[in-house]
């Protein structure tokens, strides 16, 4: 089964930023609908901002302004750059598509430290 490969993630002060990135080995990617998700400790995972094939894309309120997903079809990669971030936005961040198609991967950490 496909498992996409996040990173970017680490340890960043209140109103830093990070780039996060998601390789997908999948030779249908550029026709995948993506989506970047994070989960808290002791919360449900949430859907953070998604992006269609063509390049339209969603966001959650909570990080609506503040953070952009964008992708690189050539590199079957994902990204999900961060800015103004919070300590609320503190989670583990996974890539996969909207329904869930691919294995969850081990995801990447964010830290925000106010």
């Known amino acids: 089964q496909v498992q996409p490969v996040e990173s970017g993630g680490g340890l960043v002060q209140w109103g830093g930023s990070l780039r996060l990135s998601c390789t997908v080995s999948?030779?249908?990617?550029?026709?995948?609908?993506m989506a970047w998700y994070r989960q808290a400790p002791g919360k449900q995972r949430e859907l953070v901002a998604d992006i269609q094939g063509g390049g339209r894309t969603k966001y959650a309120d909570s990080v609506k302004g503040r953070f952009t997903i964008s992708r690189d079809n050539a590199k079957n990669t994902v990204y999900l750059q961060m800015n103004s971030l919070k300590p609320e936005d503190t989670a583990v961040y996974y890539c996969n598509t909207p329904s869930g198609y691919y294995s969850w991967g081990q995801g990447t950490q964010v830290t925000v430290s106010s």
């Open positions: 999948d030779s249908m990617f550029s026709l995948s609908h």
